[in-house]
């Protein structure tokens, strides 16, 4: 686009999930045309019951540049590796639909054919043997590694992901309006959207407007009148209660979904909380009748109070019409049983910035998004009808409505397929490959009557073997995973930021003997924190890559004594809601504000920061080492690094009066890595790991001295009052004195003031 051209007015109508994720990837990988507007009311709240993901969720975090570990954390999430389904096939009878690939194909036949041949001769093992997803979900057990397959989803709070593409999103210039939208204002000429009149007053006019306003589609279909085909006849549910409980019992590695009499029942375990669900047909179930199922057959305390969600399953006759797109609800709904809704968020974006009109509206581009869209939504259609359709329940008249109900020819025409001889095919917008189809056509008590012929040019012998090789390979791998709850702590905890969701830790006693009203005095306002604008700082360069280090000793004469004062007032998370191997609280902000006022002018003169780069303070904590030898993971042994962005730092204070463990820095020798940046992520972790498991290490001790893995090249020696800044990419530790260091009393244990900052 020339420079001059005017930008692209582009107009979001709701926020929620679908909202914040059009707004984040638009903003970032087209942002430099466009003027995006983001308008929601905190008023009106979002439906938020989907809290399960697929696997092609990867592909957007990809494109957006987003870690996966960092998202978990932020959102509460918990890995998926598929979906239990209880009582779908008859009652007691239960199977396992998971993200995996089932033993290996041949060019004729997938290896359900093989697996079919083997049925009949005796060779019993369920076919979940040999697909580590299958295994691994039944064993509760989950692992990442840098050179695998991407067939994992997760759980996760839907608010908390909007929440945190919200503050992507802004980064890139989307502007966030808080109002409600009072009336949508039309083009008399050509019928398009002109404008949306907020209640305010204000007037948002735009070149193209996205409607991410939920099942109310103000946009869409209340201005534009769209039209709507309606699939309830093939999927009778029109009505889902949500509720929220305590956490209880083992954290699953994949969603249940529950059959019950006139619906079903879904149950998403979080870090902190389970989403619970019920969706169900009211011609066959009151509301009360719902509420009772559903409350009744929940684990764990009710966090929230049930609400009453009613729907109508179907799609918009057009999802793009004429400049406005529909996204998410607004677009249509297929009911949450597989976990589609994001993904049909994400596949109508991805194809949006691939048909943009940055050349205003052509029909062409307009009538191939709403054909592939409506393509892609009926083979996920298919795909839900088949779970209601194929079924032995008889037990009440919602499954025997569902077992004699009419479906699309073109389901029928799949199970034909499958049924005669075992065939199934992927077909270019379809969401749902082989694997999947398999799997629930299986599941649900389809037997096919006929394997592909090109089996039997495999005698039984070698039929024996190759089944047997491959379920050893999936039972070996699947026994080096660790369970999935450790993994998550190791690899993704949540940091819980809602005080309302903490439970504060008692220490044992405050952090001076002083009397509590001298600690109100030195308390009393914001020039308690003041410290001095020009303090005497030395720099020293460290190991190979002579990085500065800055020191700053005895900033003012009081200011240790204050901050920890103020420390013997903090509320504390405990221990295991955080990677570090103790217990944090928030730092007071004038002290942050005071630090950064005093040292930012020389961490970017230090550190050369470009000057067009902001300073953004990305977390402020006291740490306090509690977690005793024993109890560590192996994340909290080895030599870490804060983050591996290029321009991020470390604020270390050292607070404790008395002898501690110094901050050490390591050189990983089989890689040279003093620092790690996001190239080296996968290539330190992978070796590190591997490390320490091979050797004859003490397990579960802190990591205080170099070895043959490691070089310990620098320290930070440990003094009360003492101030410390360095890259957050360095490998360091603390050299943990052990006998020191380790307490809940906050006058004795290694107590710290750790400010993290980013340039962007």
Request: glycine residues 6%; aromatic residues 10%.
């Amino acid at each position: 686009m020339n420079s001059l051209q005017k930008k692209q007015r582009i107009v979001i109508a709701g926020g929620g999930t679908a909202g914040w994720m059009a707004a984040a990837a638009l903003a970032k990988l087209l942002g430099k045309n466009l003027d995006i507007t983001l308008i929601e009311s905190d008023e009106i709240g979002t439906v938020g019951v989907g809290e399960a993901t697929i696997p092609t969720l990867h592909i957007f975090h990809q494109l957006l540049g987003l870690k996966e570990n960092e998202i978990m954390a932020a959102t509460n999430a918990t890995f998926k590796l598929g979906i239990s389904f209880e009582n779908w096939r008859d009652v007691n009878e239960d199977y396992i639909h998971s993200f995996g690939f089932p033993g290996k194909d041949c060019w004729a036949a997938q290896f359900h054919h093989f697996w079919l041949k083997g049925l009949q001769k005796g060779i019993e093992y369920p076919i979940g043997d040999y697909c580590k997803e299958h295994l691994g979900a039944r064993e509760h057990k989950f692992a990442v590694h840098p050179d695998q397959e991407l067939n994992h989803a997760y759980h996760m709070d839907a608010t908390l992901y909007a929440k945190y593409l919200r503050g992507f999103a802004e980064k890139y210039g989307v502007r966030r309006v808080e109002g409600k939208i009072a009336d949508v204002k039309l083009c008399a000429d050509n019928g398009h959207i002109e404008s949306l009149l907020l209640e305010s007053g204000e007037v948002f006019a735009g070149d193209l407007f996205i409607d991410c306003t939920g099942f109310a589609a103000l946009l869409i279909e209340k201005s534009l009148h769209t039209g709507y085909d309606d699939w309830s006849h093939w999927l009778p549910c029109d009505r889902a209660i949500a509720v929220q409980t305590e956490s209880t019992g083992e954290l699953l590695p994949y969603t249940r979904s529950i059959a019950r009499e006139s619906g079903w029942q879904w149950r998403i375990p979080l870090q902190n909380r389970t989403g619970n669900g019920f969706v169900f047909c009211s011609r066959y179930m009151s509301d009360e009748e719902a509420i009772t199922t559903l409350t009744t057959n929940v684990e764990g305390a009710l966090l929230t109070k049930p609400r009453v969600i009613p729907f109508r399953t179907g799609t918009r006759r057009k999802h793009w019409h004429k400049n406005c797109v529909a996204l998410g609800l607004a677009a249509g709904f297929i009911e949450p049983l597989e976990s589609t809704s994001i993904h049909l968020i994400q596949r109508s974006i991805v194809r949006l910035m691939l048909l943009f009109p940055s050349h205003g509206i052509q029909d062409s581009n307009v009538d191939e998004f709403n054909a592939q869209t409506t393509e892609e939504m009926e083979f996920i259609r298919d795909f839900i009808v088949l779970h209601y359709k194929v079924t032995n329940r008889t037990d009440s008249k919602f499954w025997r409505h569902c077992r004699t109900m009419s479906i699309p020819d073109s389901l029928k025409h799949r199970l034909d397929l499958f049924i005669e001889n075992s065939h199934v095919y992927k077909h270019e917008r379809d969401l749902f490959g082989v694997s999947s189809w398999v799997q629930v056509m299986l599941g649900q008590g389809i037997l096919p009557k006929r394997y592909h012929p090109i089996v039997d040019l495999m005698g039984e012998e070698e039929l024996k073997n190759f089944l047997a090789t491959i379920r050893l390979q999936v039972s070996e791998s699947v026994n080096e995973w660790p369970h999935h709850a450790d993994f998550i702590r190791d690899y993704c905890s949540s940091v819980m930021t809602d005080s309302s969701t903490m439970e504060p830790v008692k220490v044992e006693q405050k952090m001076s003997p002083m009397p509590e009203s001298d600690v109100k005095s030195l308390l009393k306002d914001d020039e308690d924190f003041a410290i001095d604008q020009q303090p005497n700082l030395r720099i020293k360069k460290i190991g190979n890559t002579k990085t500065p280090l800055i020191i700053v000793d005895n900033i003012t004469k009081d200011f240790g004594r204050k901050i920890r004062a103020h420390a013997a007032t903090a509320v504390f998370t405990p221990e295991d809601k955080n990677l570090y191997p103790g217990i944090r609280a928030e730092l007071p902000l004038q002290y942050v504000k005071a630090v950064i006022s005093a040292l930012g002018k020389d961490i970017y003169e230090i550190y050369d920061i470009p000057k067009n780069l902001n300073l953004k303070v990305t977390q402020a904590v006291y740490s306090l080492i509690t977690k005793e030898e024993g109890a560590l993971s192996v994340l909290q042994r080895m030599p870490h690094f804060d983050t591996a962005k290029p321009y991020s730092f470390a604020i270390l204070h050292y607070i404790s009066e008395g002898q501690h463990g110094d901050t050490g820095f390591f050189r990983h020798n089989p890689t040279g890595l003093e620092k790690i940046y996001a190239i080296d992520e996968d290539r330190y972790f992978k070796s590190a790991k591997d490390f320490f498991a091979k050797n004859d290490l003490p397990q579960q001790t802190y990591f205080t001295e170099g070895n043959e893995h490691y070089s310990l090249h620098e320290r930070i020696d440990y003094m009360a009052n003492r101030l410390a800044i360095y890259p957050g990419n360095l490998l360091h530790s603390v050299l943990v004195d052990t006998k020191k260091d380790i307490s809940k009393d906050l006058l004795k244990g290694r107590l710290t003031a750790n400010i993290f900052i980013d340039f962007e």
